[in-house]
């Protein structure tokens, strides 16, 4: 058998992608134009980790460098993203690889490194484990009239009659000319939040790196845009890492109609699942999720900490509550120019 080579480079081999499209779904989020997306958006400095048995890639780790001055410098794979991390041949390359990220998270004097896994992996390693978030996942039928009859349950199916019943409220699929609309809803119900946003490159990069994939969804009442949602047709599953909606129309239900007409154009292009993404157990939005009949799947965030806890950063850190409260009395032009200063630091 060829020897097993490791190799490091700002910029991924060729037949990266290819390797990754074994792994349909989870290979996705491994993507190289991920690191366009994030370098361009967010200025995430790229590392990619892969191994060669003669000509052949059999595992591949980027790693995203996320430094800023609040929060300081960390390794992430994949920083955005609710999936990441290794994929392998084998045990055997997945614990070199791993290996060999501790050691470059060293090099880079990080606080941690951070792999966002779908499955547990075993390394001794990883001295931090996060399982408090789920990923929330919806088996799709063949057609949204099969899944009307048979996944939707009757209370939810009176939800979604009132809001399609209203002529006044519509919702249209796009792309860049979607942009704006998009982007106003999404920053405005970020500065409610009391989050800072992500800038809108971050969305007119992916649009740009994923023609075929991503797309945008815009719920409009009489004609003005009141909720929106940013979709990735990914291999065998739509995922929506951004959806918004603006609370002074919640009482159309423009929320459950959005993500009826979601689901609908899911399984139009022949999705057989749809990811709502990751929400805690018992929380509102899991709940929310929920009622469309979407499964709890484990995430496992597994860590290399060189100091400090792992979720110090996060925005679930109740020291950050006093700079929650403030920020949602800020402008919604304000938070808008600040916020992509300060979220491109958090990993």
């Known amino acids: 058998m ?3 080579t490791l190799h490091q480079a700002p910029q991924p081999p060729a037949g990266w992608n290819a390797y990754l499209q074994r792994f349909g ?4 989020h491994l993507r190289q134009e991920w690191s366009a997306v994030l370098g361009q958006a967010l200025r995430h400095e790229p590392h990619f980790l892969w191994l060669t048995r003669g000509e052949a890639i059999v595992g591949v780790l980027p790693l995203q460098l996320v430094a800023g001055p609040i929060f300081g410098r960390y390794l992430v794979s994949q920083p955005y993203l609710n999936t990441g991390g290794v994929l392998a041949d084998s045990p055997e390359d997945e614990a070199r690889l791993i290996e060999a990220a501790v050691d470059l998270a060293r090099r880079l004097e990080v606080k941690h490194l ?3 896994h779908e499955r547990q992996l075993q390394h001794p390693a990883f001295n931090a484990l996060v399982t408090e978030k789920v990923h929330m996942r919806l088996p799709l039928p063949a057609t949204p009239e099969l899944l009307w009859e048979r996944g939707i349950k009757s209370k939810l199916r009176s939800q979604i009659r009132k809001p399609l019943a209203d002529a006044s409220l519509s919702v249209v ?7 704006d609309e998009f982007y106003c809803v999404f920053a405005r119900n970020m500065r409610d939040l009391g989050t800072p946003p992500y800038g809108r490159a971050l969305f007119a990069q992916m649009l740009a790196q994923f023609p075929a994939e991503a797309e945008i969804a815009v719920l409009r009442h009489e004609g003005r845009a009141v909720a ?5 047709h990914a291999p065998g599953c739509t995922l929506i890492p951004s959806a918004s909606a603006l609370r002074e129309y919640n009482h159309l239900s423009v929320n459950v109609l959005m993500y009826w007409r979601v689901l609908e154009r899911s399984i139009e292009r022949g999705q057989p699942m749809f990811d709502f993404g990751r929400s805690t157990v018992d929380s509102g939005t899991y709940k929310f999720k929920q009622q469309w009949g979407a499964v709890a799947h484990p995430a496992y965030w597994q860590y290399h900490s060189f100091k400090g806890s792992v979720g110090d950063a996060r925005p679930s850190n109740g020291k950050f509550a006093l ?3 403030a920020w949602q009395k800020l402008p919604v032009w304000l938070s808008s120019l600040l916020g992509p200063h300060i979220v491109r630091g958090i990993p």
């Open 228 to 232: 929106a949602g940013f979709l990735l």
């Open 114 to 116: 951070e792999l966002r």
């Open 2 to 4: 060829p020897d097993t």
């Open 25 to 28: 779904y989870d290979g996705f």
């Open 323 to 325: 700079l929650v409260r």
């Open 173 to 179: 699929f796009g792309r860049e000319a979607l942009l």
